[in-house]
């Protein structure tokens, strides 16, 4: 019988991806849940802190756009290797610093790294799924949103017992950085080399025509998102009339149905095909943002929040996969690019969300990304690219799971 199951080699550099992953989602949320403390240590007034929180997108998407002319020469494992630890130590000197230039730089160097942070691992996400030829991306992200859980809980540990931000953050950086570092022996870069793509679309070319509209389903998700992170409290306490205390649940909730999905998606991707597990999604989100808008009280508000993070939770993965199918002479330019829009649709959510709250209502605001997501099901072809003949009817046969 013939053994089909992957070589060592890539077993180890998936594990050692998905830690990456995982270190990832944590450091991430340990920043921005504890955004109020560092709003209090460095006396940013309220109108000046949009400025500082839109700074470190803006800098990821730059970040981004110079990993995709790096990586021409450095591996993408390489760059990973030596970003992740920054992007730790970043995270540690935002928390450390005592005048507000200093938390300008940390935040600074955090946005440029965390922007080829993001890049590098999902472009050895979509080599190693190109290399097992089935899906495994969603897994790796399941890893980020259990990263998240961790680090968000880890930061309400902090302010319960009213912890300093060094004191949190310093001995998680201390166990991190190492924890990165020694899983960086094992990334599984793809053996051909930098600068070695060939083929696809115009010798390695990345065709923005034809990889936009995977662009608006990354914006479109990520507006989606963080509509969810940003105003899910303030929509349970002021719209539904839940208490303080209920109003954090729908987030945790929605963390956890994203873990969930992305736990289980890949194997929905191998059995039904990336592009169905796309449009079933997008209606799950569309229909859990009519949940919320129509709900009369927050117990049906938070089944809106569930059915967001299980529908949501599919897209971002899907689409960096899509990419890779798309541009396999150039997957790497192409997840670059299409990186810069995960920031473009977190920009843009937030402020759109509030400003029609403010201006009409909240319920019918959450119309709006309810839109915008069932735009991605004219988009769902984009999912079924034919060379890399996995993930939509084209899996290796019986082949097992592993690692």
């Known amino acids: 019988m013939t053994d089909t199951r992957p070589d060592p080699r890539l077993r180890h550099g998936r594990a050692s991806l998905a830690i990456s992953f995982f270190v990832q989602g944590a450091i991430f949320a340990l920043l921005v849940t504890r955004i109020p403390a560092l709003q209090d240590r460095y006396g940013i007034s309220d109108a000046m802190l949009p400025v500082f929180l839109a700074a470190v997108p803006v800098l990821a998407g730059v970040g981004s756009v110079a990993t995709e002319h790096l990586v021409k020469r450095v591996r993408p494992g390489r760059v990973l290797r030596w970003v992740q630890p920054v992007v730790s130590l970043a995270l540690l000197a935002a928390g450390s610093g005592t005048a507000v230039w200093q938390l300008a730089a940390a935040l600074a160097v955090f946005g440029l790294t965390v922007g080829a942070l993001d890049a590098s691992m999902n472009m050895l996400g979509v080599s190693l799924q190109r290399a097992y ?19 968000a809980s880890l930061a309400w540990a902090g302010a319960h017992w009213d912890l300093p931000l060094p004191v949190l953050y310093a001995p998680l950086v201390a166990v991190l950085v190492p924890v990165a ?17 060939d083929g696809g679309h115009g010798a390695g070319a990345v065709n923005m025509k034809l990889l936009m509209p995977l662009c608006l389903v990354m914006a479109f998700a990520y507006i989606g998102d963080s509509t969810v992170s940003n105003w899910s409290a303030k929509y349970l306490e002021d719209v539904l009339h839940s208490s303080d205390q209920l109003a954090t649940v729908p987030y945790n909730v929605y963390m956890v149905t994203t873990l969930l999905g992305r736990t289980f998606g890949d194997l929905g991707v191998r059995r039904f095909g990336a592009a169905a597990v796309v449009r079933a999604g997008s209606l799950l989100a569309a229909g859990g943002f009519a949940v919320v808008a129509a709900a009369p009280g927050a117990w049906v508000g938070m089944l809106g929040f569930t059915l967001l993070g299980l529908g949501l939770c599919v ?13 396999p002479g150039a997957s790497d330019a192409a997840i670059a690019r299409l990186n810069i829009f995960n920031y473009v649709g977190f920009l843009i959510g937030s402020p759109l969300v509030g ?11 959450m119309l709006v990304p309810m839109a915008l997501v069932l735009v991605t099901l004219v988009y769902a072809r984009s999912f079924t690219a034919a060379p890399a003949r996995y993930g939509d009817g084209h899996e290796r046969p019986r082949t097992v799971d592993v690692g």
Do not use: N
């Open 355 to 365: 400003a029609l709250g403010g201006a009409w209502s909240y319920r019918g605001a």
């Open 133 to 151: 030829g089935r899906s495994i991306m969603l897994g790796f992200h399941a890893a980020y949103s259990l990263g998240g859980i961790a680090g």
């Open 315 to 327: 897209l971002v993965p899907q689409t960096f996969a899509a990419a890779g199918r798309l541009f």
């Open 181 to 197: 570092f020694v899983a960086a022996r094992w990334y599984a870069d793809d053996e051909s080399g930098p600068g070695a793509e």
